[in-house]
């Protein structure tokens, strides 16, 4: 799982499986080609890297950990009186597996998936889903790539960004990203600064 998701600030948070678990190799080589190379990658190349992401990620899957702090950051925001809905890009069966690896099903209060919805990251859809799920209202992204910041500002949530997803803090906050932290447990510690208080 890559990154972490949306929190509703107004007592939902939501948060994208990327933050609970992490598969690097298949995700970070199409990630990295996706930047360097743009539209012309896109257009000459795309269909078949993403085909190759797929193949290579699920040969991996098993390899996937949970982030350090991934279940303490949903309980801490669940001890707030946050609601939290996981919003990931990942297919449903996927999704099925990052929720028992971190032993998450019954300590969030929904998730959506690429099954859910028409169009994923960076489009909004995923957000205003999860968004929905949550009983709608104010909410917080947090996330760890410039998809999730453009999808949040394009669903009208900020994002608060961690250093899990293969951006800089500078490209985070170019993005647009309201706060950067290392990691889910520097997060969590600061959980106070943010509009999750």
């Not at 990327?18 to 795309?46: D, I, L, N, P």
């Not at 909410?139 to 410039?146: E, F, I, K, R």
Request: glycine fraction near 8%; charged fraction near 25%.
């Amino acid at each position: 799982m890559r990154s972490p998701g949306t929190a509703h600030s107004d007592s939902t948070a939501s948060c994208c499986p990327s933050g609970a678990c992490t598969a690097r190799s298949a995700w970070a080589a199409t990630s990295s080609s996706r930047r360097s190379g743009g539209a012309e990658v896109e257009e000459r190349s795309g269909d078949a890297i993403r085909a190759a992401e797929k193949q290579l990620y699920l040969e991996l899957i098993e390899e996937t950990e949970p982030l350090p702090g991934a279940r303490a950051f949903v309980r801490e925001l669940k001890d707030r009186g946050h609601r939290v809905v996981l919003a990931s890009s990942a297919p449903a069966n996927q999704l099925e597996y990052y929720l028992e690896k971190l032993q998450a099903r019954e300590l969030v209060d929904g998730w959506t998936t690429s099954d859910d919805v028409e169009a994923t990251k960076p489009e909004p859809d995923l957000v205003v889903a999860a968004r929905a799920k949550a009983g709608g209202g104010e909410a917080v992204l947090v996330g760890d790539t410039n998809w999730d910041v453009e999808a949040g500002a394009r669903a009208g949530v900020p994002t608060i960004c961690v250093l899990t997803g293969g951006f800089s803090d500078q490209e985070l906050r170019e993005a647009g990203a309201i706060a950067v932290y290392e990691s889910l447990e520097q997060l969590t510690r600061r959980l106070d600064e943010t509009p999750l208080a």
